[in-house]
């Protein structure tokens, strides 16, 4: 006698994933709090950068950081000096953050008088792309030394960013092989509606239209 | 790469679905995994034993995966082609204008209760 059965699934291992994001999306709508999950690669300026943002938009708006680190507090300590409320979220070893790790981070934090939430993920090309965080919108930055050859190599998170900063613009003239063009059109193949905007987050050069991007989006995103 | 991950929300999947079928044990679990999903099956085995041994409902459950071949589509010429093998050009026509129809899933396929 056949004891056991068998159930036809057909379900994407992604998700239960995905249907948590799709709620954390929701709660933070109804709380007006603008989620916005910040990735790059390890060294691409991502604190700096946000550390300048910080400076730049803290009067004007309630900012919230959560640090995703595999295991350590150095940039979360690096942010709190700059007086805005952050935490630390440690992924015990995975290299990205889902849907339900961010969530557990943003009710951990209290995010009701937030307008505006960083997620700081895991530095990644690969995975983090992969887990939808539940953010209201998925920025990246690339780094000139890196190359401009980086949306080749990564196409799905080039793919999934809404904009991309292209940081530390002021080493233009050093690596002069990065040809903005190229990476401008290797970047809207893969993602026609992906802004580009040129920063250096040491200089500032750049930055009025970064915070007019995020200007823009909290204030189409609380209407 | 995250392999361990993607185990993670398997295994939260598979429970979920035992659960609603009243199982008491799971003993396989079959996956469809495209050739071009950037998940290996090799290191998705190892997490899967590991995290497994954790679960009552699971302990010991086998895993099988079946392979998606990675196949791509000319817009250009119509013509069908392995990714693996070429890549983003058409071998036929060297056209760009190409996308994967298949070779990308992440599926549960089935699960064997008892």
Known sequence: ?223 | MHELGIVFHIVKSVEEIAAENQASKVNKVVLQIGEVSTVIPYYLKDCWKWKCSKSELMAGCELEIETIPAVTFCEDCEETYGTVEHGKICPYCGSEHTYLIQGNEHEIKEIEVT
């Open chain 1, 1 to 223: 006698m056949k004891d056991y059965k068998i159930i036809e699934v057909k379900r994407s291992i992604f998700e239960d994933n995905d249907a948590d994001a799709r709620k954390l999306r929701e709660e933070l709508a109804a709380e007006g709090t603008y989620l916005l999950n910040l990735m790059s690669s390890p060294g691409a300026g991502k604190t700096t950068t946000l550390k300048r943002t910080i400076s730049m938009l803290k009067d004007e708006m309630n900012i919230g950081i959560m640090e995703a680190d595999i295991d350590s507090d150095v940039d979360a300590r690096a942010i709190s000096e700059t007086g805005v409320r952050t935490i630390q979220i440690h992924t015990g070893g995975m290299c990205h953050l889902d849907a339900d790790m961010t969530r557990q981070g943003i009710r951990e934090f209290g995010t009701k008088e937030l307008d505006f939430v960083v997620l700081e993920n895991v530095g990644n090309l690969v995975c983090p792309a992969e887990f939808d965080t539940g953010s209201t919108k998925n920025a990246m930055i690339l780094s000139v030394p890196e190359g401009d050859d980086k949306p080749l190599k990564y196409p799905l998170m080039f793919s999934i960013c809404d904009v991309v900063l292209i940081n530390k613009c002021d080493t233009l003239s050093v690596f002069d092989d990065f040809s903005e063009e190229a990476v401008e059109e290797r970047i809207h193949k893969l993602n026609p509606k992906a802004e580009v905007i040129y920063v250096s987050a040491k200089t500032g050069e750049g930055f009025d239209k970064w915070i007019g991007w995020i200007r823009k989006e909290l204030k189409e995103y609380k209407n």
